[in-house]
């Protein structure tokens, strides 16, 4: 946005009893200034007071706003028709609808060719329309901003109360400043959906005009919503949606009505959706397996039937196939009860890993997880899968659904070993420091 002029104009018309006609002017560096009302300019204490102030453009200008401060010794402007303080803002050029906030009035600028302008009128149509004067009120400082223009002039026209006019200047390069207010590093964001919210400020005499946000470290860029609009200062908000699992460089910047660009900050953050749910201890009876005449049954649940259905010598090829698998499903049982009676650990199994050396979760995929699927399915209690893919001697490279879940059981199997160390109640299926510490003992490393 290019730097522009803005001729500011004021008519201040008080209904009192005294009045002055004269002309004074000043120069402000950033189209800004101030008045301060004489004690004859409006009496103190006084009622059904009614002001308005006109501002006309010099030169084109676009997208922009006029700010104007009312003292609080004088009723709040309001945009309720009746009340004591109603205020209007009326343009032959394109102006926005006026906002109030607390003592403050901005009227955004959306065009103004040059020679048009803007009309403030504060305290409309008397009566119990007009704004009240405390007895405090003697000199109180009436300020006018612009957020746009620089040099522009402040003048009076003549039929005004007694007033003295004093600039207050300066060119704005100093960049806003915005700050996260509910989002800090590492956070873990719980839900897919989440409203992000913050502050944005401009010591620079300006104003902010936008909020940037990116998710992938600054290579994408969306816009915020300013919302609670002050002159120097708002907040923002920017409603994240779909958000996936995983990690996330997330920045914000701002930039001013002066094309001032804050230099980007960035948080880390993680978007992990695992519900916990509390450990639920149940009590684990290994018995020893006992020989006894076929069919060999080993209490435990489920129960270990080693003898077929029928005669192998009347099985069919699927049959066959089928009573393979289930004989190798139960090896595995029986290995895991052996770990568990005689404190054995899986060193036997075969990796093209030596360690587990990084952190794993849903998706990823490689030789370490299928050496995770490996450990996963040498405990009965753990294991990926009974048939098909991932089950004991069809591990794959890929961490899916089945993976994760045998992971969340092996974490509570081994509570005191991971989940305790990390402050957890329950078993989230990501491969952490704690699991792999666990993961890596049972290899021997």
Same mark, same amino acid.
């Given at each position: 946005?290019?730097?522009? $002029?803005?001729?500011?104009?004021?008519?201040?018309?008080f209904?009192?009893?005294s009045?002055?006609?004269?002309?004074?002017?000043?120069?402000?560096?950033?189209?800004?200034?101030?008045?301060?009302?004489? +004690?004859?300019?409006?009496?103190?204490? !006084?009622?059904?007071?009614?002001?308005?102030?006109?501002?006309?453009?010099?030169?084109?200008?676009?997208?922009?706003?006029?700010?104007?401060? %009312? +003292?609080?010794?004088?009723?709040?402007?309001k945009?309720?028709?009746?009340?004591?303080?109603?205020?209007?803002?009326?343009?032959?050029?394109?102006?926005?609808? *006026?906002?109030?906030?607390?003592?403050?009035?901005?009227? +955004?600028?959306?065009l103004?060719? $040059?020679?048009?302008?803007?009309?403030?009128?504060?305290?409309?149509?008397?009566?119990?329309?007009?704004?009240?004067?405390?007895?405090?009120a003697?000199? !109180?400082e009436?300020?006018?901003?612009?957020q746009?223009?620089?040099?522009?002039?402040?003048?009076?026209?003549s039929?005004?109360? %007694?007033?003295? %006019?004093?600039?207050?200047?300066?060119?704005?390069? *100093?960049?806003?400043?915005?700050k996260?207010?509910?989002?800090?590093?590492?956070? *873990?964001?719980?839900?897919?959906?989440f409203?992000?919210?913050?502050?944005?400020?401009?010591?620079?005499?300006?104003?902010?005009?936008?909020l940037?946000?990116?998710?992938d470290?600054?290579?994408?860029?969306?816009?915020?919503?300013?919302?609670?609009?002050?002159?120097?200062?708002?907040?923002?908000?920017?409603?994240?949606q &779909?958000?996936?699992?995983g990690?996330?460089?997330?920045?914000?910047?701002?930039?001013?009505? /002066?094309?001032?660009?804050? !230099?980007?900050?960035?948080?880390?953050v993680?978007? &992990?959706?695992?519900?916990?749910?509390?450990?639920?201890?149940?009590?684990?009876v290994?018995?020893? +397996?006992?020989?006894?005449?076929?069919?060999?049954?080993?209490?435990?649940?489920?129960a270990?039937?080693?003898?077929?259905a029928?005669?192998?010598?009347e099985?069919?090829t699927?049959?066959?196939?089928?009573?393979?698998?289930?004989?190798?499903?139960? %090896?595995?049982?029986?290995?895991?009860?052996?770990?568990?009676?005689?404190?054995?650990?899986?060193?036997? *199994?075969?990796?093209?890993?030596?360690?587990?050396?990084?952190?794993?979760?849903?998706? /990823?995929?490689g030789?370490?997880?299928?050496?995770?699927?490996?450990?996963?399915?040498?405990?009965?209690?753990?294991?990926v899968?009974?048939t098909?893919?991932?089950?004991?001697?069809?591990?794959?490279?890929?961490?899916?659904?089945?993976? $994760?879940?045998?992971?969340?059981?092996?974490?509570?199997k081994?509570?005191?070993?991971?989940?305790?160390?990390?402050?957890?109640v329950?078993?989230?299926?990501?491969?952490g420091?704690?699991?792999r510490?666990?993961?890596?003992?049972?290899?021997?490393?």
């Amino acid at each position: 946005m290019n730097i522009k $002029k803005l001729f500011l104009l004021f008519s201040f018309l008080f209904f009192t009893f005294s009045f002055f006609a004269g002309l004074s002017s000043v120069q402000a560096s950033d189209g800004s200034g101030s008045c301060v009302l004489s +004690p004859t300019g409006v009496v103190a204490g !006084s009622n059904y007071n009614e002001l308005t102030i006109t501002f006309t453009a010099e030169e084109k200008i676009e997208n922009g706003n006029l700010k104007i401060v %009312i +003292p609080n010794y004088f009723s709040s402007p309001k945009s309720e028709i009746g009340s004591q303080g109603h205020t209007t803002a009326s343009s032959n050029g394109l102006i926005g609808q *006026i906002i109030f906030y607390q003592q403050e009035i901005t009227v +955004p600028l959306t065009l103004l060719n $040059k020679g048009e302008h803007v009309s403030v009128v504060f305290g409309k149509d008397k009566g119990s329309n007009g704004f009240f004067v405390s007895s405090s009120a003697v000199n !109180s400082e009436i300020k006018i901003y612009s957020q746009i223009g620089v040099g522009g002039s402040l003048s009076l026209i003549s039929n005004v109360p %007694i007033i003295q %006019i004093q600039s207050v200047g300066g060119i704005d390069v *100093i960049a806003p400043v915005s700050k996260f207010t509910n989002l800090s590093e590492n956070q *873990i964001i719980t839900s897919k959906n989440f409203l992000i919210q913050g502050t944005v400020s401009d010591t620079g005499g300006s104003a902010p005009e936008d909020l940037k946000i990116s998710f992938d470290g600054g290579v994408k860029w969306e816009s915020a919503s300013l919302k609670n609009f002050s002159f120097f200062s708002s907040t923002w908000e920017y409603n994240w949606q &779909s958000i996936l699992e995983g990690d996330y460089e997330v920045r914000i910047k701002a930039k001013d009505f /002066m094309n001032n660009w804050e !230099s980007p900050r960035s948080f880390k953050v993680k978007a &992990s959706f695992v519900v916990e749910q509390p450990v639920v201890e149940v009590p684990v009876v290994v018995e020893v +397996p006992v020989v006894v005449e076929t069919p060999i049954v080993v209490e435990e649940a489920p129960a270990i039937v080693l003898a077929p259905a029928k005669p192998m010598s009347e099985m069919t090829t699927a049959e066959l196939q089928a009573e393979i698998t289930r004989l190798l499903g139960l %090896i595995t049982q029986i290995k895991a009860m052996m770990a568990e009676i005689f404190g054995t650990t899986t060193t036997g *199994i075969s990796c093209a890993i030596t360690s587990f050396s990084r952190n794993l979760s849903l998706g /990823m995929s490689g030789d370490d997880v299928k050496c995770l699927q490996k450990v996963l399915n040498s405990s009965a209690d753990t294991a990926v899968a009974v048939t098909g893919s991932g089950s004991l001697g069809k591990e794959t490279n890929t961490f899916g659904p089945a993976t $994760k879940a045998a992971v969340i059981k092996f974490q509570t199997k081994y509570v005191g070993d991971i989940l305790t160390p990390a402050g957890l109640v329950a078993g989230n299926g990501f491969i952490g420091s704690s699991t792999r510490t666990k993961l890596n003992s049972l290899l021997g490393k």
